[in-house]
């Protein structure tokens, strides 16, 4: 399957500052990543598709300007968590869309933690 | 819209015994189903996958699951259960597309 990557895998930052989350395909021209978010002991959250070349699809209740999705070439797109706050501290994983394989493959995940 | 659900956040076996994680799922065309394994701070690992083929699937790590259409049933099972398989055990139902849809998820505990 794809081998995606996420950088970084842990990042620490002050209220009211904006962090990026990279998210690579390494072996793979994804045309559609996914964003998830996970709190601590509860399932995956679709937040966003994200497409190549294009505007991202948010699910229901995610604020597009808040969590700015670009997804600029085949093997990258980028989370961008704005103005974050502490309710936004949270494992944060992408995926990539496994072509007519019908799954999906999964990065390590981003914890983000807002003090 | 698909949903699933799993039933049981949390499972405790001994080494050693049957593995069983329950899962059904709410869809009104023939879904696709997948079971991930989460281990603590790693994202997901596909673990098996049905996409409509033969209904019993065999997948890593010595786990299978069946899907049972009368049911609307796709538990996950392992004959004998290993240390290394204490984690998070996502269920999954694929959508329109290509979007997934996760169960709450089972912790799976392996006690000595």
């Known amino acids: 399957g794809a081998v995606v990557s996420q950088h970084p895998s842990r990042v620490i930052c002050k209220s009211g500052t904006s962090v990026k989350i990279e998210c690579r395909s390494l072996d793979f021209q994804a045309t559609t990543m996914f964003w998830y978010r996970q709190f601590p002991k509860q399932s995956l959250m679709l937040m966003a598709t994200s497409n190549e070349g294009s505007k991202a699809t948010y699910e229901q209740g995610v604020e597009k300007d808040k969590f700015l999705i670009n997804h600029a070439s085949l093997t990258l797109s980028t989370l961008t968590v704005t103005s974050a706050h502490p309710e936004d501290s949270s494992f944060y994983i992408c995926?990539?869309?496994?072509?007519?394989?019908?799954?999906?493959?999964f990065g390590p995940g981003t914890r983000l933690t807002v003090l | 819209a698909q949903s699933v659900t799993q039933l049981g956040s949390h499972v405790s076996v001994s080494e050693g015994a049957l593995v069983l994680l329950r899962c059904n799922y709410s869809s009104s065309v023939p879904p696709y189903l997948f079971w991930y394994v989460q281990y603590p701070n790693q994202g997901l690992q596909l673990l098996l996958k049905y996409t409509s083929a033969a209904t019993l699937v065999k997948g890593i790590n010595g786990f299978e699951a069946e899907f049972k259409k009368s049911e609307t049933s796709f538990h996950l099972t392992k004959p004998s259960a290993h240390m290394s398989d204490a984690a998070e055990y996502f269920c999954a139902v694929k959508e329109s597309a290509s979007k997934l849809t996760f169960g709450t998820g089972t912790r799976l505990q392996v006690t000595l």
């Open positions: 995926s990539v869309g496994g072509g007519g394989t019908n799954e999906q493959f």
